[in-house]
Structure formats: structure tokens, C-alpha cells
């Protein structure tokens, strides 16, 4: 019968704090959203291009060496859904950019916020034919930079050869939408 009466008290208690925590919880306003300046995503693709990602063997990339021309950057994990949906047909678009030895128009490069291993073992899996870089958590911080702002995934920038970002996604990609921008850069 004593245990019964603790385990009532403390049920009691917990139903206390859970009705004090939607009280305040309803009444605490919600952060307003941070606004990008327009001065932040050029200065996020600076940051990016500065930046220098272990790709799947372990080897330093500059991220340097894909300026001058337009970039679509993927930001992307093996434990996210939409991420593994998207990625095949992201490795199938810059299989036809690079396709016949013709000249490609821009680059695709995934960063991908997870481990090496994870990484390399889903590149091999899914014959992702585009440069993956190691971002770890980094990673995330370099997403935010071009507006990311909760770190979700995927999340993809399109930069144009000037080095000025032209657009964000977040989500699963619409290729159909994704293959209009990249024909109007």
C-alpha cells in the first residue's frame, strides 16, 4: 500500500511540472527567424571556396578548384531518406554533363555530413559517379552559412560561375525545376 501512495505522489508531481511546462512553454514566444542579409550567401560561397574537404580516400580537395564555373553543392547523409532518394539521379545528371567528352557547363560535388566510411561504403553501393567530400559537421556549419539555418537535409546551393549564389533548396531536389535553373545559368 506505501509503495502504491509514492507512486501516486510522484505520478502527482510529474503531472504538475508537464501542465507548468505547456503553460510557460504557450506563453515563451518563438525566436523571430534570422534574416540572411544579402551580403551573407556571397560572402557563405567566399567561405566555401576557401575551404579545403578530405574526399573519400582521405586526400584534401580544395573546394578552390571548382570556381569559375557554376557549382551545384548537395549537402547530404546516408541516414537521411530524401538524401539516398535524390542521389542517384544527382549521379545521373552529372553523368550527362560529363557525357561524349563535351565540355561541362557546371560541377556537382556532394558534402556529405556523415562519416568516411558511412560515406565511401553508400558511394560504392549506389555508383555515385560525382566528387564527395568528407563535411562531418562542418559540414552543417558551411549549410548554414548559405541560410541552412536548422541543418536540414538534404540541402543543395547553386552557385553560378560568378561565385553568387542563384538558389537554395531545401528538401528533396525537383529535377525537373533543378534542370530549368541549371539551363538558365
Known sequence: MKKNK???VV??????????????????KAPAPVAASAAAPAAAATNLYAQS?????GKPQALSQWKGKPLLVNFWATWCGPCVQEMPELSALANEEGANGATKRYNIIGVGIDSPS????FATKHNIKYPLLVGGMGGTELSRAFGNTNGGLPFTVLIGADGQVRK??????KFDELKA???GL
Not at 505520478?11 to 515563451?28: E, M, N, Q
Not at 558511412?118 to 561504403?121: G, K, N, Q, T, V
Open 168 to 173: 537554395t533548396y531545401l528538401g528533396k531536389l
Open 6 to 8: 509514492k507512486l501516486a
Open 11 to 28: 505520478a502527482a508531481v510529474a503531472v504538475i511540472f508537464c501542465a507548468l511546462g505547456v503553460v510557460f512553454g504557450s506563453k515563451t
Open 181 to 183: 535553373d541549371l539551363a
Open 53 to 57: 574537404l578530405n574526399d573519400l580516400a
Open 118 to 121: 558511412a560515406m565511401s561504403e
